[in-house]
């Protein structure tokens, strides 16, 4: 059984409007982690939630965003997306941040057009 | 910054073949590092998780070693398959950096 699930698998948007990617978790984990990975190239991580804490990294575009209403679920919010942000985008979780087991879902692949 | 690198980025070899690929990371000072598989198209499946205090992890075909103080990890496949053709991804855990990513490397068992 799926134990991370994302939705949709794939999804097409304009450029300029706002797309919204969905993470859901049967683990129970403290942690959500959202990646990109662009073609060829290593995944990246965008942020994290360590419960209701969030976490930015310093190099993530504003353009992202992030919502996590309850343990279970977790969203990945492009406010206005560009040529550039076309990707797969994974979602991850993990028991803790340290020392544990990461796991992750199939991935939304996004296209920009 | 922590930085992984895997070697080689591509690997093509016969069936029944055994296999190593190698992974390198720059900073010791690590919790645990991990093996993923990425089929095209598809997100990561864990295959191995070796804790920092660890030397080496086994699960069926596979076999992952770590040196952390050298900053290396092998994983070796036994007996390659087809079906092993895959992305082999390695990720170092740095706590709460998540984990740190190399490139990969793309392996095809040719039948």
């Known amino acids: 059984d799926a134990m991370v699930i994302q939705n949709p698998r794939y999804q097409v948007t304009q450029f300029g409007k706002p797309v919204t990617l969905s993470c859901s978790q049967t683990?129970?984990?403290?942690?959500m982690y959202w990646y990109q990975q662009k073609s060829s190239q290593a995944p990246k991580l965008l942020f994290h939630?360590?419960?209701?804490?969030?976490?930015n990294e310093a190099d993530t575009p504003d353009n992202f965003q992030s919502r996590r209403p309850n343990t279970s679920f977790c969203f990945l919010d492009i406010r206005s997306p560009g040529l550039g942000d076309a990707a797969m985008y994974l979602c991850?979780?993990?028991?803790?941040?340290?020392?544990?087991?990461?796991?992750f879902g199939q991935g939304t692949r996004l296209t920009v057009v | 910054k922590q930085e992984v690198t895997q070697i080689p980025a591509a690997l093509s070899v016969p069936e029944g073949e055994n296999l190593v690929l190698n992974c390198s990371f720059t900073?010791?000072?690590?919790?645990?590092l991990q093996w993923f598989r990425q089929d095209p198209g598809k997100g990561l499946t864990s295959l191995l998780l070796?804790?920092?205090?660890?030397r080496e992890q086994t699960s069926g075909r596979l076999n992952a070693s770590l040196d952390k103080s050298s900053g290396r990890s092998t994983l070796y496949i036994a007996a390659s398959q087809p079906g092993d053709s895959a992305t082999y991804l390695c990720?170092?855990?740095?706590?709460?950096?998540?984990?740190?990513f190399g490139k990969g490397t793309h392996l095809i068992i040719q039948p």
């Open positions: 990720a170092v855990g740095g706590g709460a950096d998540g984990l740190t």
């Open positions: 939630y360590y419960d209701k804490d969030f976490n």
């Open positions: 683990l129970n984990h403290n942690v």
């Open positions: 991850a979780t993990s028991l803790y941040r340290e020392n544990t087991e990461a796991f």
């Open positions: 900073d010791s000072a690590i919790y645990n």
């Open positions: 070796i804790q920092s205090s660890q």
